[in-house]
């Protein structure tokens, strides 16, 4: 697990113990060129060649620092659906490697977008410099943020995640998030005794009013979490949730910090989160019907707002079933009861449809 670390070059080690965030480097490029002032740890300032459609970010040998083992990349920037800036590494020797071939979506033009890379220690050991570049839209990169990390020790229960960064905000990265890779759907539908993790639709899809997502059940549901990302999002708006046309509540999403990269600036002026997001919402099993069910996802917009564009993808339900209830009549002596082998429960087969 890595861990955004906090001043440790040279004389600022013993910041550590005072809780003092690591200076990030900041460098915005639209609605005007401004860059933060050059971090400590830091020792050429970076380049932006217009010309060339890319931005050059000398970083330091990791050997220099007693704390810093590795460097996160933040890129916010506006996804017009052909693929994103594209990251790359020079070697001190001139050598390039290739980082990430795109880091936006092939074919969906999503709008703000923002994706975290967690740069190769195999790479950034002896020092170079990092190339982002977007030909042909470079009018579209927005901003950047390079922040040291710090290697930490995790234990993780179970085996279905693979967390490889944390931020300062505690949200936690999965490898796949920040690989630099495309970032694949959740297909398909997945049991582990009495819990099942059903897609509803794990492609990006545009939210723009409402959307029904219908659900067949025949077992006896316990509790269910419905789970979604989404982008786009105002922090002022709201997406609500109804169950068989009784309001559930809002999704809760992941929260962020003030000072995150990935927050920029509307039209207006006002803070938005660039970037996807996750959002859960716990439905009782008291909502739910034998048959089909109804899954009612509602966009509500702020009143200020500038519309923009709203998608979730990777829509999906976490539920838990149980088997039938045993009688509860007190004039009847009942043996102990067993405790079954979860894969002796019967479960339903989940099939899912969006309306």
Known sequence: MLTFCQPGWGADDAALATGRNFSPFLLTLEPSLQMSPLPGWMQQPALVREETATVEIPLPALWQSPTAEFFALTVVFNDRGDGGPAVEWRAPDGSTTAISNGLGEAGTSLGFNARTVLLPQ?????????????YGNFESLLSLSVRPAR??????????????????????????????????????????????????????????????FLVPTDGVVEGTVLRLD??????????????????????????????????VTDTLGRLVIAGWRTGTLFIPARLWMEGENSILVTLKRSAVETGRSVFIRNTGLHLRFGGEEMPADPDLTLPDPLVPDPEDIPLPEIITGVR
């Open 122 to 134: 195999a790479l950034t050991r002896a020092g170079g410099t990092l190339l982002l570049s977007y």
């Open 230 to 263: 989404a982008l786009g999002l105002d922090p002022e708006a709201r997406i609500e949730v109804r169950v068989n046309q009784v309001l559930v509540g809002s999704l809760g999403f992941t929260p962020f910090r003030l000072d995150d990269p990935a927050l």
């Open 151 to 212: 290697g930490d020790l995790l234990a993780v229960l179970g085996g279905g995640s693979d967390p490889v960064l944390v931020d300062e905000g505690l949200r936690v990265f999965e490898r796949a998030e920040v690989d630099g890779g495309r970032i694949n759907p959740l297909t398909g539908d997945l049991r582990q005794g009495s819990i099942i993790d059903a897609e509803l639709s794990a492609s990006v899809e545009p939210l723009e009013g409402e959307i029904e």
